[in-house]
């Protein structure tokens, strides 16, 4: 029996040195994915840079389901044309959609595909509850932040492009490559009438671009557990959308003070409750994995050795990321109620109630496996499960490619401007205009050059939402260098 045992003790420290030698080789031979950058000079950067960025928040171009500021939309063009006078008058502006505003920078060389870059003009309304140390649509301009509405989402981006092609038109720069900006009015909700015509105007020209940038992921100061270097996500994919509305329906409501065993919203809690006690599988592929492979050479040990040997470590992984609302969301398809309805009198039985839950799917699955997936979850006929309506559905984005041309420039042009930065592809959690440009693009990648913290992101959306004049001069400079690497 000793013996027994002794023998098995050998073996089993044998199995284990021979496993820490694979983690360590593993780990060891993981090289850097960074590519290396050149040294720039940074371009100054014009304070009225800053108070163009202000005015432009004065103007409320407020998107919301089902209706938009017109007025607004028609001020801010006015404002565009008027600010930017070069752009105004040589670039060449198409009209596609009336609200959205789409421009083209002619090449010199008209064998090389043209680049699009895009961002959005809409904001989303302002919550009354919200409370603003400046006004929101103020503009204001203190302690070395522009604040307002929009300013990080995503009035940054289409200003930032603009006054990048206005210096370099100043210049007399010429690109080789032509480019496309192309400003959707109606991002926020859903961008039916602004991204998605627009995509469909390039398809009916013909149009194919090498790559498309929109907004999407940042760069977070303290990205990653193990990484001491601000981390730049370059988003290659984006999740789905769907709302789906589940409905509990009885033949009978009844009086309330005679209720039977079975009640429409006791049904419906029960289906909840099954779908928040069995979430989606979790998984790690994809974009999240290409994140894992570009991110782990650059942790500190025991990180790297950790996201370096998925082998081994994805499960314990997928239990680690699913314990944070925002790493959970990066492997799997998220499912969240939002809106219930039932009764209209407090003692009345009703014969029906519902509730809507929004997921937000996961590569590699779609609106379709979701229904099926949600149907098997709850298993009760009693439930009605149906598309709700509600914003503007999609499967999830195709997988753009790292090993692109379009990939490079982005890559390269972050770490010139950011040398800082850890560039990693990424897979966006949240929805962009960019999911519909990759039927007319080599790939479309979801970047917005701007550098905050994890504490700053809950101002997207939120109160106090401000950029800061550093961060908006890194952006100017960002999309100027993007420019010319693409254009050369
Ligand atoms: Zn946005």
Not at 84 to 93: F, G, H, I, K, Q
């Amino acid at each position: 029996m000793k013996k027994m045992l002794r023998r098995f003790l050998r073996l089993f420290s044998l199995g284990l040195i021979v496993l820490i030698g694979i983690v360590a080789i593993k780990t060891i031979t993981n090289s850097s994915r960074q590519i290396p950058a050149a040294s720039i000079e940074q371009v100054a950067i014009p304070e009225a840079a800053y108070s163009r960025l202000g005015a432009s928040v004065t103007i409320p171009s407020v998107s919301k389901e089902g209706w938009i500021d017109t007025m607004a939309f028609q001020q801010l063009d006015t404002f565009l044309h008027q600010n930017y006078p070069l752009a105004d008058s040589l670039l060449e502006e198409l009209q596609v959609v009336p609200y959205s505003k789409v421009f083209k920078w002619p090449g010199k060389n008209s064998n090389l595909l043209p680049v699009l870059l895009s961002g959005h003009l809409d904001v989303v309304p302002v919550d009354t509850q919200q409370q603003w140390v400046h006004p929101p649509f103020s503009g204001t301009i203190a302690d070395d932040f522009i604040w307002g509405r929009g300013t990080m989402d995503d009035k940054v981006t289409v200003l930032g492009i603009l006054e990048a092609v206005e210096q370099l038109l100043r210049e007399g720069y010429q690109p080789n490559r032509s480019l496309y900006f192309a400003f959707g009015h109606d991002e926020e909700i859903g961008g039916k009438s602004g991204a998605q015509q627009i995509a469909e105007y390039f398809k009916e020209q013909g149009l194919f671009f090498e790559y498309a940038m929109d907004e999407g992921y940042l760069i977070i100061e303290e990205g990653m557990s193990g990484l001491s270097r601000p981390l730049a996500l370059v988003g290659i994919a984006e999740k789905g959308y769907v709302s789906l509305r589940l409905t509990a329906q009885l033949e009978e409501g009844g009086h309330s003070s005679m209720p039977s065993g079975t009640t429409a919203i006791g049904l419906l809690s029960k289906a909840v409750v099954k779908l928040e006690k069995n979430p989606f599988p979790a998984q790690i592929n994809g974009a999240t994995k290409s994140l894992f492979e570009y991110a782990s050479p650059e942790m500190s040990f025991p990180y790297n050795a950790l996201f370096s040997n998925l082998w081994l470590t994805s499960g314990l992984l997928k239990n680690i990321l699913s314990g944070d609302g925002a790493t959970s969301a990066l492997i799997r398809t998220t499912t969240a109620p939002t809106m219930l309805e039932a009764g209209i009198k407090d003692n009345v039985l009703p014969t029906d109630a519902s509730v809507v839950v929004n997921f937000r799917v996961l590569p590699g699955e779609t609106i379709e496996s979701v229904i099926d997936q949600v149907r098997k979850i709850i298993n009760d006929d009693r439930i009605l499960v149906e598309e709700s309506g509600f914003g503007n559905p999609g499967n999830p984005s195709p997988i753009s490619p790292t090993d692109s041309l379009g990939f490079n420039l982005i890559q390269r042009s972050i770490g010139e401007v950011f040398p800082d930065a850890v560039i990693c592809p990424a897979l966006a959690i949240v929805m962009t205009d960019g999911r519909f440009y990759s039927g007319v693009s080599k790939g479309v990648y979801r970047f917005l050059p701007m550098m905050i913290s994890r504490a700053e992101l809950g101002r997207i959306h939120g109160a106090n939402e401000r950029v800061s004049k550093e961060n908006y001069a890194q952006a100017i400079r960002f999309y100027r260098r993007l420019i010319e690497n693409s254009t050369r």
